[in-house]
Structures are given as structure tokens and as C-alpha cells.
């Protein structure tokens, strides 16, 4: 059996702890001057922490804040009509409190189920479209009003957003600027509409969301101002990301991580609410087209040297993602019990 789990960094004792922050309006802007000027600083980012900040990044405050709303008002409803939106197979619909244990993770053992609710939305396809595992049609609540409208209009400007920073990160890979372009054609996402309850009390091995590296090639989280959100810097440590407002929040995940031959990192991070709030989060996971092959960027080989991965696509990764952490959810299966 194929084993697609993340390796552990070793510890870099020498490792910055502060999260970058690129101002990407110039580049937005067409600038010929721009990528250049953030190229070292966009590598040192993915290189040496994992995570940066985005600034002047072109997406509406208040299209943010409406998805904010989308989730909070989605959360507001009876559990009922949030179960009989339940997770499907394609880790579409909605996933329920304590629905998930994250067990992809090297970091911590033994992880109690997350403290958190999550409605999951995809690129939204035609009823005439072929069905393909995590590519079907999105299922949206009855008795929300606009939030299908909200949330289709949240992910377009931001797979917009993802598509304008592709060319940094061929850039920093030594590539010419539309490299990734063939393979993010048609880039597949998923944005995650997340409840976290007050944590009043934190016991042993449970979160919000437990120690775990994410999937994506970059994830883009919207900033709030109810805190959260911890990360394990290359060097160790933990710290809790700062809220910079105005900004978006972007890290790479493990199929970044794969695709790089491990050069930019999948930064570990976690989810403990003890702001004495309730906290929502709409992280927007983006990766390559269904069908490309992620096979090692040629620039992230030395000579001689063999890719530590074997190419795969997107859907070959996420079946063995979902069924790690969220086989338990789907419809028509137990629910994990406390403590599994």
C-alpha cells in the first residue's frame, strides 16, 4: 500500500520566527519590476517558515466579511438541517462537531476528536458533468439566504488571487514565471466554512483542530479578530499568528511540500479556542488541475539526486487523506467515539 504520509522536519535551531509580509500590490498591478523585488523575499517565506502574509491583495473586505456571515449564519442553524447537508464521499456538505480525528499527523499521538464543526464547498460544476471522486456538486443549505451567492463569489476571488501568485512561486523555484501555469488551469478547491466553540476547558490531546500540516499546495486564510490559530515554526517553537488586518494568511501544504521535493515546507499548525468567543475560520485550500501529475520540479533535484516522492495527482492524495481523517464522518458510517 502506498503511504502518503509527511515526513517531520528536523528541528532548525536557526530558524526566523516571524511570518513575512508581501505587499503584492505592484505585482497585481502589472509592475514588470514586482516579482523580481519579492522573489528572495518569497523564498525565504516558503523556505524558512512556511507561512506568509499578503497585503493590497485585491479581495474586498467586504466580500470577506459576507462569507464570514455565510458561516456564521450556516453554524446558526438547527443541527437537522446541518445533518442532512452531512459530508459525502467527495468531502462535500457538512462535517459535524467532533465529526473528524486528525491521525495524518506525525505531531501528536493519540488526538481526541477536533472541536469543531466545518461545512466543505468545491468548485461548483454542471448537473451534466462526469462525476469523479472530490468532483461533484456542491450541496447548499435551503433556508440561508445568500449564501450560495456569498460564498461562489468568496471562492472565485480568491482561486483569482491563488492564480496571481503562481508566478512567485516559480520564480523562487528558479522557473520561468508561468510554469504552473498548464497545471492550474483549472485549479481544484475547497473552502472550508469552520465553527469553533469556546474551549473554556483544553485537556490532554484535544483542539479546535490537532497539530497537522495541510494538503494544499497554498492555503489562504481571511483574517478575523477572534484568535486561534498556533504554529510550529521550523525552529520548534510555537507561536500564535498574529492577526494583521487587511491581510490574508497563506502557507503551503504537503502536496507543495511533495511537489518542491521538500524544499518549501508544510508548516504544522493547530486550532485551541480560548478567546472566550465563538470563532469562525474560511481557509480556501487551492491545488493543480483533477488529473495533473505532480511529479518533482525539475529545479528542486541535485545532480544525481532521485525525487524523494513518486508523482501524483490530486485525487490519489485526497482519498488517502479523507480516508485518515474522515472516514468516520461520511454519511452512512459511526460516528468516532470520544477519546478514538
Given at each position: 500500500?502506498?503511504?502518503?504520509?509527511?515526513?517531520?522536519?528536523?528541528?532548525?535551531?536557526?530558524?526566523?520566527?516571524?511570518?513575512?509580509?508581501?505587499?503584492?500590490?505592484?505585482?497585481?498591478?502589472?509592475?514588470?519590476?514586482?516579482?523580481?523585488?519579492?522573489?528572495?523575499?518569497?523564498?525565504?517565506?516558503?523556505?524558512?517558515?512556511?507561512?506568509?502574509?499578503?497585503?493590497?491583495?485585491?479581495?474586498?473586505?467586504?466580500?470577506?466579511?459576507?462569507?464570514?456571515?455565510?458561516?456564521?449564519?450556516?453554524?446558526?442553524?438547527?443541527?437537522?438541517?446541518?445533518?442532512?447537508?452531512?459530508?459525502?464521499?467527495?468531502?462535500?456538505?457538512?462535517?459535524?462537531?467532533?465529526?473528524?480525528?486528525?491521525?495524518?499527523?506525525?505531531?501528536?499521538?493519540?488526538?481526541r476528536p477536533n472541536l469543531v464543526e466545518?461545512?466543505?464547498?468545491?468548485?461548483?460544476?454542471?448537473?451534466?458533468?462526469?462525476?469523479?471522486?472530490?468532483?461533484?456538486?456542491?450541496?447548499?443549505?435551503?433556508?440561508?439566504?445568500?449564501?450560495?451567492?456569498?460564498?461562489?463569489?468568496?471562492?472565485?476571488?480568491?482561486?483569482?488571487?491563488?492564480?496571481?501568485?503562481?508566478?512567485?512561486?516559480?520564480?523562487?523555484?528558479?522557473?520561468?514565471?508561468?510554469?504552473?501555469?498548464?497545471?492550474?488551469?483549472?485549479?481544484?478547491?475547497?473552502?472550508?466554512?469552520?465553527?469553533?466553540?469556546?474551549?473554556?476547558?483544553?485537556?490532554?490531546?484535544?483542539?479546535?483542530?490537532?497539530?497537522?500540516?495541510?494538503?494544499?499546495?497554498?492555503?489562504?486564510?481571511?483574517?478575523?479578530?477572534?484568535?486561534?490559530?498556533?504554529?510550529?515554526?521550523?525552529?520548534?517553537?510555537?507561536?500564535?499568528?498574529?492577526?494583521?488586518?487587511?491581510?490574508?494568511?497563506?502557507?503551503?501544504?504537503?502536496?507543495?511540500?511533495?511537489?518542491?521535493?521538500?524544499?518549501?515546507?508544510?508548516?504544522?499548525?493547530r486550532v485551541i479556542n480560548r478567546s472566550?468567543?465563538?470563532?469562525?475560520?474560511?481557509?480556501?485550500?487551492?491545488?493543480?488541475?483533477?488529473?495533473?501529475?505532480?511529479?518533482?520540479?525539475?529545479?528542486?533535484?541535485?545532480?544525481?539526486?532521485?525525487?524523494?516522492?513518486?508523482?501524483?495527482?490530486?485525487?490519489?492524495?485526497?482519498?488517502?487523506?479523507?480516508?485518515?481523517?474522515?472516514?468516520?464522518?461520511?454519511?452512512?458510517t459511526r460516528q468516532p467515539a470520544a477519546?478514538?
Amino acid at each position: 500500500m502506498t503511504v502518503y504520509a509527511p515526513s517531520l522536519a528536523p528541528i532548525r535551531h536557526d530558524a526566523p520566527e516571524e511570518i513575512p509580509v508581501l505587499d503584492i500590490g505592484r505585482l497585481r498591478a502589472g509592475d514588470p519590476g514586482a516579482l523580481a523585488a519579492l522573489t528572495g523575499a518569497f523564498r525565504h517565506a516558503l523556505e524558512d517558515v512556511g507561512f506568509y502574509f499578503v497585503v493590497n491583495h485585491g479581495v474586498p473586505a467586504s466580500l470577506i466579511a459576507a462569507t464570514f456571515q455565510a458561516a456564521a449564519d450556516f453554524h446558526a442553524q438547527p443541527e437537522e438541517a446541518k445533518l442532512a447537508l452531512r459530508i459525502n464521499e467527495h468531502n462535500i456538505g457538512y462535517l459535524p462537531f467532533r465529526g473528524s480525528v486528525t491521525r495524518h499527523s506525525q505531531l501528536n499521538a493519540n488526538n481526541r476528536p477536533n472541536l469543531v464543526e466545518a461545512f466543505f464547498i468545491k468548485r461548483e460544476i454542471t448537473a451534466s458533468a462526469p462525476l469523479a471522486p472530490f468532483r461533484a456538486p456542491n450541496r447548499w443549505p435551503e433556508n440561508v439566504p445568500g449564501f450560495r451567492a456569498a460564498t461562489l463569489a468568496y471562492c472565485d476571488a480568491m482561486e483569482a488571487l491563488g492564480k496571481s501568485l503562481l508566478p512567485l512561486y516559480a520564480s523562487a523555484l528558479g522557473l520561468a514565471p508561468d510554469w504552473f501555469d498548464a497545471a492550474f488551469a483549472q485549479p481544484m478547491y475547497t473552502l472550508r466554512l469552520s465553527h469553533y466553540p469556546r474551549q473554556d476547558v483544553v485537556e490532554d490531546n484535544e483542539f479546535g483542530l490537532a497539530p497537522h500540516s495541510d494538503t494544499s499546495f497554498m492555503t489562504m486564510l481571511a483574517q478575523n479578530d477572534v484568535p486561534g490559530l498556533s504554529i510550529r515554526l521550523p525552529n520548534g517553537r510555537w507561536i500564535d499568528a498574529p492577526a494583521l488586518p487587511g491581510s490574508i494568511l497563506v502557507n503551503g501544504g504537503d502536496l507543495l511540500r511533495r511537489w518542491t521535493n521538500d524544499r518549501f515546507l508544510a508548516t504544522p499548525h493547530r486550532v485551541i479556542n480560548r478567546s472566550g468567543r465563538e470563532r469562525y475560520a474560511i481557509p480556501f485550500f487551492m491545488d493543480c488541475s483533477y488529473d495533473w501529475r505532480m511529479a518533482c520540479v525539475p529545479t528542486c533535484l541535485g545532480t544525481d539526486e532521485k525525487p524523494k516522492y513518486d508523482p501524483i495527482t490530486y485525487p490519489e492524495y485526497m482519498t488517502w487523506f479523507r480516508n485518515q481523517n474522515y472516514a468516520a464522518a461520511v454519511q452512512g458510517t459511526r460516528q468516532p467515539a470520544a477519546g478514538a
